[in-house]
């Protein structure tokens, strides 16, 4: 018979994924959208954008938005703390990519998922808009909710200019 190990690689998808801390909350995003991970550093803000859209910052000569996913989640706003770090990952919408700045409280681990843990998404009791979320996943016994980066990062959503 498979010893534990070996049925860990027996039910993993194949699929690595970027685990994160927001809010005391562990989330997921696949790990071939996320670029690189920098330290928190300072935002420019840009006038009459949504709230979540915390402004620019400037990544290697790059102008990068930010967006809090905690205030994208209606949750709150991101608590600036010593651990606060980017991710910088990159959406491919409109024929082009773009990178985007989301702001994290602490790097968890990358990981594969166990396939058999994968649930779909609630219809209703979960924190966030269910719109936000792909997968809920057990990792380690604890609850992982897999972001649909597509939809928490539309660029047609995230480029509204209020009035």
Known sequence: MYDEQEEELINNTGEQYFLFLSNNDLYALPVLIVREIVEYQDITKVPKLNSYVKGVTNIRG???AVIDLLDRFELQETE???????AI????QNSKVHDIAIMIDEIYEVDGLDENS???????GTK???????NIAKYNDKEVCIINH???????ELSVIKD
């Not at 966030?128 to 792909?134: A, D, G, H, L, Q």
Request: glycine fraction near 0%.
């Open 128 to 134: 966030i808009n269910t719109k936000f979320i792909k």
């Open 89 to 92: 990952v990159q959406v491919n």
């Open 150 to 156: 597509e939809e928490v990062l539309k660029i047609s």
């Open 62 to 64: 790059n102008i990068v």
């Open 80 to 86: 600036v703390l010593d651990r606060t770090s980017f």
């Open 118 to 124: 994968l649930c779909d998404t609630p219809l209703f």
